[in-house]
């Protein structure tokens, strides 16, 4: 009875343990091209089919190469490239007032001075602390004589809370090297009516009962805190470290009780930190959620982001955001659930999903021939490997070689793990062997612990 008992329990601790892995226990084989003249530090960049084949954290993902007749494991260690991206973003400018001029029309006029030794101007922002408003803005530069260049010319500058979250005080100036700006501000006064109504009620015997209803027009002047200049952005220019994938979109549905449309796209577990989407339809303002679904189980979702997309195109006013950003997701399937409310739905035509680049590195010798393989048995387990010598490698100037990969293809020679016997391969099945195993050392313990006693009596 004890050797049942001990060979359950072995056999259930014996089927986690850490033995080395064979190439039968991944589904798919990748070689790597290369031509390997000299010791070096392999590089490669994993693409879709590498994420869409491999678990979280690339468990099932092992590299192997050929030495002597078989298949040796090779070290290897992933990491996301580094953000390089070239430029800075535009860097505010001290200025002063020297002036400021009411006109009888309305109109305000401001000088303003840069401070000597600074940049050039790009961009002015009229800072105010002022909501729902509608203004229009002319800048001009004052030469050495005091000669006027138009740089800007009656553009908008808006508050719209009333209706939406909308707003924008800044202006773009266009390339010029002048050190001084008039800024002219139309109807810098203007009248506000107030919200709050007042009724009067009168009552005599000759006219009866009279209501008269008032408001009040308030007088509103547009303040203005700060004329902010800044610098020109430099031009950022994406490397190798950022991602993005087209999306497909497998269905569209409208939910006329929730007022919610549901859109469901691929996402092929590609690693993604942000959204962006396309959409035919102009003048919307609509919240979002972004949801995966909880264990594989397409019946329940899981919100991972919600947020807000727009887009506004009326006359001079053009402005979108349709980028949601939040912490990197790997998923096979997205759904995004649009909140109409009572508008009509938009459209989604297109999704992109961005992300950063992975790369898997590890030492590469002349002459040996490597293959990559991924996917496949649950039970293989996240390999913890000794890296220190590739990281050493990485960033102590070591060769660095780049490396292809081929097309995957089936690996011939997988197979499932499976355990003798009928139904051992089962998940269930092997819970109640440890319940067993367990329950038989406990009344084996407590047999000896009674044959213990009778002895000692």
């Known amino acids: 009875m004890k050797r049942t008992y001990s060979i359950l329990l072995l056999f259930a601790l014996g089927v986690s343990s850490g033995d080395a892995v064979e190439t039968e226990l991944f589904e798919y084989r990748r070689p790597l091209e290369t031509k390997v003249l000299n010791e070096g530090l392999g590089a490669i960049e994993l693409d879709r089919d590498i994420f869409s084949g491999t678990r979280d954290h690339f468990a099932d993902l092992r590299i192997f190469h050929e030495k002597e007749g078989r298949e040796v494991e090779v070290p290897f260690v992933i990491e996301r490239v580094p953000d390089v991206r070239a430029g800075s973003s535009a860097m505010k400018i001290s200025s002063t007032v020297l002036s400021f001029t009411p006109k009888p029309d309305g109109d305000i006029e401001i000088r303003v001075q840069l401070r000597e030794g600074e940049d050039d101007a790009a961009l002015l922002e009229l800072k105010t602390p002022l909501r729902n408003f509608q203004k ?111 999306f497909e979109i497998v269905e569209v549905k409208e939910d006329p009780e929730e007022k919610v449309t549901q859109v469901l796209f691929q996402g092929d577990r590609v690693p993604v930190d942000s959204l962006i989407f396309q959409s035919s339809d102009r003048n919307f303002k609509r919240r979002v959620e972004v949801q995966v679904p909880v264990n594989s189980d397409e019946d329940l979702w899981r919100t991972i982001h919600t947020g807000v997309i727009h887009r506004y195109d009326l006359g001079e006013i053009q402005d979108e955001n349709l980028t949601l950003s939040f912490s990197e997701q790997r998923s096979d399937l997205f759904r995004l659930l649009v909140h109409n409310r009572d508008n009509p739905p938009i459209a989604i035509d297109e999704i992109v999903g961005v992300g950063e680049i992975y790369e898997l590195r590890f030492l590469v010798a002349p002459g040996a021939s490597y293959s990559l393989l991924y996917g496949g048995s649950e039970l293989v387990e996240r390999p913890d490997y000794d890296v220190a010598a590739i990281e050493a490698g990485f960033t102590g100037g070591i060769d660095r070689v780049s490396l292809e990969l081929g097309a995957a293809e ?14 051992l391969n089962q998940p269930w099945i092997l819970w109640i062997a440890i319940a067993v195993a367990v329950s038989g050392l406990v009344l084996v313990l407590l047999k000896t612990a009674k044959q213990i006693e009778v002895n000692t009596d």
């Open 136 to 246: 229009s803005v002319s800048v001009s530069g004052v030469g050495e004589n005091g000669e006027l260049e138009e740089l800007v010319s009656e553009k908008l500058i808006f508050d719209y809370e009333v209706f939406l979250d909308f707003r924008r005080t800044t202006l773009k100036l266009p390339s010029n090297r002048y050190r001084e700006f008039l800024v002219r501000i139309s109807n810098a006064t203007d009248k506000q009516r107030s919200a709050v109504k007042q009724l009067t009620r009168t009552i005599s015997p000759e006219a009866g009962t009279t209501i008269q209803q008032s408001e009040t027009v308030e007088t509103r002047r547009f303040r203005i805190d700060e004329f902010a200049f800044y610098t020109a952005e430099t031009p950022r220019e994406e490397t190798l470290s950022i991602r993005s994938e087209a």
């Open 410 to 423: 089936k690996n011939p020679t997988f197979k499932l793990p499976t355990v003798e016997g009928p139904g």
